[in-house]
């Protein structure tokens, strides 16, 4: 009895340590292993391929445990960005049928990353950048675009980030 109260008692130490601090290679390892007991083959297709770059950023660095968040960030955003390309060139050609499975790994992937800002949100930050630092016209849009990139970095994209700063600065 005593013995399984101190397993017991091990085991919730353990699963609240997981909780407050998981890894993205434990995430995605549970999730694999969820998808596969749902017969769920698109997730799971997503779901490997996350875990192989993790793998190959570990081996492109070094012999690291585990990757910095923001690297983390960095490669979900790059992967999600593939899918999405993907699917769009797909839906170009009037190929739905394998842009569908795209936009599905895309979503899949998209669970990991941080909340992603609206673009009202966005706009309300670099904003501020602008005003804080006092730039003005198109000069100065690489200057803030770093700015930008740093402030906003894994809430939302690229892409979004450049379309707006060209807006205000224009």
Known sequence: MILGLFFYLCTTKINVIKQYKMSLQIQINDEIKNAMRAKDTMAL????????????ALTEGGAKEELAQEDEI??????????KDSAAIYIQQGRQ???DPEIH????IEKFLPKQLTEVEIEEVISQLIKDNGFSGMASMGQLMGLASKALAGSADGKTISTIVKKLLA
């Open 74 to 83: 960095k490669l979900l955003q790059r992967l999600v960005k593939q899918r």
């Open 105 to 108: 790994q895309a979503a899949v």
């Open 97 to 99: 049928d394998l842009a």
């Open 45 to 56: 297709e997503a779901l490997r391929a996350v875990k192989s770059a993790i793998l190959l």
